[in-house]
Structure formats: C-alpha cells, structure tokens
C-alpha cells in the first residue's frame, strides 16, 4: 500500500480531531516496539489532540452518546484504527498494555517538548494542553516531518506561574507534581476553581489557544478524581 503524504494525513487527523505531533526514524536511543509482523519499526509518527480539536469530535461520536465506560480511549482507538490502516501505519496506543509504551520518550525524539513541572511535556506550540492518542509506526523508511529543533518552552521560562498558583502546592520544582495531594483537595468540593481545570496548567503562559474548555476541563478531572470511567 502506497502511504498518502504527510499533508494529506495531516488533513485526515484533523478531520477526526487528531494532530500530527511528529515522528522520527527509530534507532537505538529510544525503544519501540517490533511490528506485529515481527519486523523492525522504521518510521514512528506521533499522533495527539488538544482540547478545542478532539472535544467537539468525541462528544458527537457513539461512544461518548452511548453512556459507556472509556469513551474518550473507544473513539480514539476506532478513528486511528480506522486512519492507520487507510494510511499503511499500524498504531499502538498509551492507554494499551502492558506493556506501556514510552510516549514521553518519544515525544522527546520528535522534539519540540519540555518536561514541565506539571508532569506533562510542554510543546513549543500547544504548550502543555497536547496529549499523546496513538503512534503510527511502519516497516517502511521514515518519511514524515523532521524531528524539531526547537525545544520546548520551560527551560526559557522564568516567571513559572505554575509553581505558584496550586492552592494545596501540589506542583513544585524539586518534587514535580504530587498527584494525591491534587485529587484529595478536588474530592473535598465539586465548587473549586479547580475543576474548571488545573489552575497550574492554565496558568502557562504557552499554547493558551489550546488549552481546555470547561466542559473538557470537567470530563478529564472526574475520570482524574474517580467519579467516571475514562
């Protein structure tokens, strides 16, 4: 099977709400898994979303209509199944497993990202508000977009407001981001601030055009908290 273009798998992600994040060629700096055929990978494309891309896509979708457990994860997998295979990559996904793929690694080797204090990488463009769908990976050369060359924004930023604005300072510089101390300060009232998104996150100064709607903000934190299946 011929593989479209990149502008043309570009085009078809985004109408499923998807964004092409990058790719690399595999090599020994970074694992990946062998092909289900059993030959090596040679070509990686990372696949992700934001907010304003997916939301309005998952919330007309069958899975998110039918009131079923993980619709975020079943649309997901239907769409870049359905893409990958049009496309001649075969996907595998971070909700998958074990084993568990290295998402962040790889996002690391398209470049463009950060670690970020929050837990999450930062991207140059999205800041920290683009997640990891799927991975499209080939037996074919790679051919798909240059690994970046511009890092991500946190080593440039110096104000950090997102070190300061946690009300329970559950991200910090030197421990990261404390994931209990979050959820059981969001357990204690459905009224915070909070739940209208993570007050670090939205305090980045980077990618403030994809960051969450409230709505979105909302369905992540409750599968965060435990009140709802993914």
């Known amino acids: ?4 273009a990149a502008a043309n798998l570009e085009q078809d992600l985004a109408a ?6 990058g790719g690399f060629a595999p090599d020994d700096s970074v694992a990946v898994p062998l092909l289900s055929s059993g030959k090596a990978a040679r070509s990686l494309l990372l696949i992700g979303s934001t907010g304003p891309s997916i939301w309005p ?12 457990p993980d619709p975020l994860d079943r649309y997901t997998r239907r769409s870049l199944l359905e893409l990958a295979e049009a496309s001649g990559y075969e996907p595998v996904f971070p ?20 670690q970020s204090p929050l837990g999450v990488l930062a991207h140059h463009t999205f800041g920290p508000w683009a ?12 051919d798909g977009p240059k690994p970046e060359t511009m890092d991500g924004p946190c080593p440039t ?19 990261g ?3 209990a101390d979050c959820r059981d300060h969001l357990a204690t009232s459905r009224d915070l601030d909070c739940w209208s998104g ?3 996150r939205r305090a980045c100064p980077f990618g403030q055009e994809h960051q969450q709607s409230q709505a979105t903000a909302g369905f992540h934190m409750e599968i965060f908290v435990g009140l709802v299946a993914r």
């Not at 099977?1 to 479209?4: E, I, L």
């Not at 499923?16 to 994040?21: E, N, R, S, T």
């Not at 896509?57 to 079923?68: C, D, F, I, N």
């Open 95 to 114: 909700f998958e497993g074990p084993p568990y793929y290295p998402f962040q690694q790889w996002a690391l080797k398209c470049g463009g990202f950060s």
């Open 57 to 68: 896509h998952l919330t007309a979708s069958p899975e998110y209509r039918s009131g079923q």
């Open 131 to 142: 997640g990891f769908r799927a991975a499209f990976l080939s037996a074919e050369t790679f």
């Open 177 to 179: 981001y404390r994931v």
């Open 16 to 21: 499923a709400g998807f964004l092409l994040l």
């Open 157 to 175: 930023c110096t104000d950090a407001p997102c070190l300061t604005i946690c009300p329970v300072g559950a991200v910090t510089l030197h421990e």
């Open 1 to 4: 099977m011929t593989r479209p």
């Open 198 to 200: 993570c007050l670090a």
